[in-house]
């Protein structure tokens, strides 16, 4: 189960790094210490494992005997002789906790059921049974330094005189099979790529057999959301899946210590990745499923909080893999940390537009002034809705161009919604020339209410037709009515059928339509009179 909660955790070993800022907190600041490293990585749990193993790779056993807790008696070679069959004990049936689950902190692991100095890296099978590795802390001048300790050497087979220990030595001319490749043979890399070949092909095809069964007993396998889960996650669950058997059977493999660490420190790696390639598809099947539900129940808004969501949970997913990812190559994820913390200040000064669009966002999904489809007016930029992102929102002009609007501006824009509208204005004023009498207007007055008060697409609440008053030009009278459509075309149509009947109205009843004239009399002087 160490082996399933390392991969699921990994980002869990990253240990906190905390950072103070000189003269904050504090009336004196004194001068730090100059830190010495130790030459052999030996400051945490995960580094002093890893360099052992990179010194037993390169048969460098008088190094690697310094990660090991001896008397200053035991002589240099014997001490590498002792580094030797540590690695053959764990070659022969020994593990090594994976990469991933190996404390980074040069304080361990506290909360475990070992004293605080004391940390289990892995395990021994020997035929007197299982011994647990121990790594033990000890304070130096450079800061604390973790070793193998002396009762888990203790329980190594050894000669009764640990003088007659020596280090055995590689053959000189191996033969294929003996071939060495990174401090493993051959043979050994060869094994384990195979186990995890076979795992992944033998999960794949376990995973096909409901894939197939769903579709073949379907009347419409593409709607089917079974079938179409299993098409789509199949490969990368097949992956995750394999990964897992993968850390628990290589440890029942006889192959050597180096390749199987090398192997299930880099399958961690595989195993995020099919992770997250996993619940990448896992969130598009689910947003996918309920987007196409909001759409059948006309329930716009909540559509795009549900894209919303979607990339905000994708982004996250992709920031705490990208960490895990980088923890399992080595790199020190905790200085990057800390320098977000000692650089917060400037950090946020520097994203100030990117949280205002992020808060923009949100208050245009939660909101809902517009939706995407919704024929808008914001500011002077009028178009369709193309997508309301997490950043800005385009919009799609009459003329064709895409217009695109950072959210923190859009929210604090004036916005006009004209989808949303539930009737359309008609409001045409007509002018009747100056040779209609009163009775003349009186009759087109009454004409143009029936023929208002007869169409069915007129809302009749607040319909009416009015002689305003006296034009320069003409006798105006005005029209004003609310039009039923579902849709700004339809109300087009519905505006040009009240027109055309409104001409038919006034030429029935004599009058005319009257266009701005203007009369000039000449008055003529009394020199210009006949005599």
Same mark, same amino acid.
Request: charge should be negative; glycine fraction near 6%.
């Given at each position: 189960?160490?082996?399933?909660?390392?991969?699921?955790?990994?980002?869990?070993?990253?240990?906190?790094?905390?950072?103070?800022?000189?003269?904050?907190?504090?009336?004196?600041?004194?001068?730090?210490?100059?830190?010495?490293?130790?030459?052999?990585?030996?400051?945490?749990?995960?580094?002093?494992?890893?360099?052992?193993?990179?010194?037993?790779?390169?048969?460098?056993?008088?190094?690697?005997?310094?990660?090991?807790?001896?008397?200053?008696? $035991? /002589?240099?070679?014997? &001490?590498? #002789?002792?580094?030797?069959?540590?690695? !053959?004990? *764990?070659?022969?049936? =020994?593990? +090594?906790?994976?990469?991933?689950?190996?404390?980074?902190?040069?304080?361990?692991?506290?909360?475990?059921?070992?004293?605080?100095?004391?940390?289990?890296?892995?395990?021994?099978?020997?035929?007197?049974?299982?011994?647990?590795?121990?790594?033990?802390?000890?304070?130096?001048?450079?800061?604390?330094?973790?070793?193998?300790?002396?009762?888990?050497?203790?329980?190594?087979?050894?000669?009764?005189?640990?003088?007659?220990?020596?280090?055995?030595?590689?053959?000189?001319?191996?033969?294929? $099979? /003996?071939?060495?490749? &990174?401090? #493993?043979?051959?043979?050994?890399?060869? !094994?384990? *790529?195979?186990?995890? =070949?076979? +795992?992944?092909?033998?999960?794949?095809?376990?995973?096909?057999?409901?894939?197939?069964?769903?579709?073949?007993?379907?009347?419409?396998?593409?709607?089917?959301?079974?079938y179409r889960f299993m098409q789509a996650a199949g490969a990368p669950l097949a992956m995750y899946v394999a990964v897992i058997f993968f850390f628990q059977l290589a440890e029942t493999l006889d192959v050597s210590i180096v390749a199987r660490q090398a192997l299930t420190r880099y399958a961690g790696i595989v195993g995020w990745i099919a992770f997250v390639w996993f619940l990448w598809r896992l969130i598009s099947f689910i947003s996918g499923f309920w987007t196409a539900r909001m759409d059948y129940r006309g329930r716009a808004r909540a559509k795009s909080l549900i894209v919303f969501v979607r990339r905000t949970l994708k982004i996250l997913l992709l920031l705490v893999a990208g960490i895990a990812v980088l923890d399992t190559l080595g790199l020190d994820v905790t200085t990057g940390i800390a320098a977000l913390g000692i650089g917060g200040i400037a950090i946020a000064l520097g994203a100030q537009k990117t949280v205002e669009n992020l808060v923009g966002s949100i208050s245009v999904i939660l909101d809902q002034p517009i939706r995407v489809g919704d024929f808008c007016k914001v500011g002077d930029v009028s178009g369709t809705v193309l997508d309301i992102g997490m950043r800005s929102t385009r919009i799609r002009t009459n003329d064709r161009t895409i217009v695109t609007i950072p959210n923190g501006d859009f929210s604090s824009r004036q916005i006009e919604n004209y989808t949303v509208r539930d009737s359309f204005l008609f409001d045409p004023v007509i002018g009747l020339t100056y040779d209609a009498d009163a009775a003349m207007v009186q009759n087109v007055l009454t004409a143009i209410r029936k023929l208002l008060a007869d169409d069915p697409d007129l809302i009749d609440d607040d319909a009416r037709v009015r002689f305003a008053g006296f034009g320069n030009s003409s006798l105006d009278i005005e029209i004003f009515a609310h039009v039923r459509a579902d849709s700004y075309p339809h109300s087009l149509e519905i505006q040009e059928r009240l027109m055309l009947g409104i001409m038919g109205v006034v030429t029935g009843n004599g009058a005319d339509f009257a266009f701005p004239t203007r009369t000039v009399h000449i008055v003529p002087n009394e020199t210009d009179k006949p005599a």
């Open positions: 189960m160490a082996t399933i909660t390392a991969l699921l955790c990994a980002v869990g070993n990253i240990s906190p790094a905390s950072a103070q800022i000189p003269g904050l907190g504090s009336e004196e600041t004194e001068k730090p210490s100059e830190i010495v490293e130790d030459p052999y990585n030996r400051e945490t749990p995960r580094s002093m494992t890893t360099a052992y193993i990179g010194a037993v790779a390169s048969d460098d056993f008088k190094r690697a005997a310094q990660y090991l807790t001896l008397d200053e008696e $035991v /002589e240099p070679d014997q &001490a590498a #002789a002792l580094a030797q069959r540590l690695q !053959k004990a *764990l070659d022969d049936g =020994g593990s +090594l906790l994976p990469f991933a689950a190996l404390s980074n902190d040069p304080k361990g692991i506290l909360d475990d059921s070992l004293d605080p100095e004391q940390e289990q890296i892995g395990t021994l099978t020997l035929a007197s049974g299982e011994f647990p590795i121990i790594a033990v802390r000890t304070d130096a001048d450079s800061g604390p330094l973790w070793r193998i300790s002396a009762e888990t050497l203790d329980a190594l087979p050894l000669p009764e005189d640990i003088a007659d220990a020596q280090v055995i030595a590689p053959p000189t001319e191996p033969d294929f $099979v /003996e071939q060495r490749i &990174a401090g #493993a043979p051959l043979i050994d890399w060869a !094994k384990l *790529l195979l186990l995890a =070949g076979f +795992l992944f092909l033998s999960v794949r095809l376990v995973l096909l057999v409901p894939t197939f069964a769903a579709k073949f007993f379907s009347r419409d396998p593409e709607n089917n959301q079974f």
